[in-house]
């Protein structure tokens, strides 16, 4: 059986390449439960769209695939 950290470290797995795609990455700083902290790197790190980013898309589809709770923050450098 899976476990939601692996369902979310998939689904973020599956999202990488269209961040790689546009110059940019993203790290898992962690996950505590529903909790997800991420770093976004190259690109993304100094989008102005970023938290755009991690709130409509990543922060969405996590929660539309994986569990309807999950909370994404950027973790800031």
Known sequence: METMETKI???LEDLRGALQA???DMEVVSIEGTNVTLR???A???CP???????NGI????????????????AMD
């Open 9 to 11: 470290r998939e689904t």
């Open 22 to 24: 546009d110059g940019g």
């Open 40 to 42: 976004l790197k190259g």
């Open 44 to 46: 993304c790190g100094c």
């Open 49 to 55: 769209h970023a938290q755009m980013t991690l709130k």
């Open 59 to 74: 922060e969405r589809i996590l929660r539309e695939q994986v569990n309807e709770d999950i909370i994404v923050e950027r």
